[in-house]
C-alpha cells in the first residue's frame, strides 16, 4: 500500500495498522488508508451555518453566532472533518510540532472538499488564507496551506501569502486569553487578531473564501470576516480543515 509520506502520528487509531512498516528511527509513515481509517467526518446533523454538531435535523443550534440577529460576518463555515482522530493529531503536529510536509496533505484534502462542492466554489473570486503573525518561522502553517494548494490546483484563485491579508503584529491566541484568563477571553484574542490585521489589496466587490485550519466557536474568522467586508469585500464564506466538537455555552 503506498505511503503519502507524512509522519504517523501517536493515534491509537491508527496504531492498528499493519501495512505502514516502522522506519529505521521507529517512525512509521501513514498511508492513505491509515488516515481515511481514523478520519472522523462531521456529523451528519450539524449546523448550515457553522458546521456545529447537531442532536437531530430539528435542534437549533446554540453557537451565539448562529442566533437570529446575530453579528455574524460570514455567510457559512465549512470544515473537511472533525478534529479528532487522525486529523486532529495531524493538523496538531502541524501547527505545534513542524511537521510542514502536512500542508501539502491538508492542501489535497481541502481541493478534495472544493471538488466536491461546486455550489460553494462557483461563486468564489478569492481564496485567501487567515495569517499568522509576523516572524512566525515554525507554524506559518496558513501560509505553507495556501501555496500547497496554490500549486496543486492552479485553477484555484488561491492569493499569495500576504497578498491580501497581512497580520502587523502578534496578538494572544485564543487558546492563551483563556488559560490566561485575558479580560474578554477568546472573543477578545479574536478582536485583537483582526485588528492587527492589514488589508493589502483592492477586495471590492469580491466574494472571499477564507481558509482556516481549526473553527471553535468562529469568533476568530468572523472578526476577520468583518474586516474584510468593511474593506469592501460582497461576500465572505468560511473553509477549515477541522471544526472541533465544541458545544458553546456563552458568547
Not at 481514523?38 to 450539524?46: I, K, S
Not at 472533518?81 to 487522525?86: A, E, K, N, P, R
Not at 494572544?172 to 479580560?183: D, F, G, L, N
Given at each position: 500500500?503506498?505511503?503519502?509520506?507524512?509522519?504517523?502520528?501517536?493515534?491509537?487509531?491508527?496504531?492498528?495498522?499493519?501495512?505502514?512498516l516502522p522506519l529505521r528511527n521507529g517512525a512509521r509513515r501513514i498511508c492513505e488508508s491509515c488516515f481515511?481509517?481514523?478520519?472522523?467526518?462531521?456529523?451528519?446533523?450539524?449546523?448550515p451555518l457553522c458546521s456545529q454538531s447537531l442532536t437531530g435535523p430539528d435542534t437549533p443550534c446554540v453557537n451565539w453566532l448562529c442566533k437570529p440577529g446575530a453579528d455574524r460576518a460570514f455567510t457559512a463555515a465549512y470544515a473537511?472533518?472533525?478534529?479528532?482522530?487522525?486529523l486532529g493529531a495531524a493538523i496538531s503536529a502541524w501547527k505545534y510540532g513542524g511537521q510542514a510536509r502536512w500542508s501539502g496533505r491538508f492542501a489535497r484534502l481541502l481541493e478534495e472538499w472544493m471538488t466536491a462542492h461546486p455550489e460553494v466554489m462557483n461563486g468564489v473570486d478569492l481564496v485567501v488564507?487567515?495569517?499568522s503573525a509576523p516572524g512566525r518561522?515554525?507554524?506559518?502553517?496558513?501560509?505553507?496551506l495556501a501555496a500547497a494548494l496554490a500549486a496543486l490546483a492552479p485553477h484555484r484563485p488561491v492569493a499569495p501569502a500576504d497578498h491580501i491579508l497581512t497580520k502587523t503584529r502578534t496578538t494572544?491566541?485564543?487558546?492563551?486569553?483563556?488559560?490566561?484568563?485575558?479580560?474578554g477571553g477568546a472573543l477578545?484574542?479574536?478582536l485583537a487578531h483582526a485588528d492587527a490585521l492589514q488589508v493589502t489589496a483592492d477586495v471590492t466587490g469580491l466574494r472571499i473564501l477564507l481558509l482556516d485550519d481549526?473553527?471553535?466557536s468562529g469568533n476568530q474568522v468572523n472578526a476577520v470576516a468583518r474586516r474584510l467586508l468593511d474593506a469592501g469585500a460582497a461576500d465572505v464564506t468560511v473553509l477549515v480543515l477541522a471544526r472541533t466538537p465544541w458545544k458553546p455555552r456563552t458568547r
Open positions: 500500500m503506498p505511503a503519502i509520506g507524512e509522519p504517523l502520528l501517536t493515534d491509537p487509531t491508527l496504531a492498528l495498522c499493519t501495512t505502514c481515511r481509517h481514523g478520519f472522523q467526518p462531521l456529523a451528519v446533523h450539524r449546523c473537511c472533518g472533525l478534529y479528532t482522530g487522525s488564507g487567515n495569517p518561522t515554525t507554524g506559518r502553517h496558513i501560509e505553507d494572544p491566541s485564543s487558546a492563551t486569553a483563556r488559560r490566561e484568563r485575558i479580560p477578545a484574542a479574536a481549526v473553527l471553535s
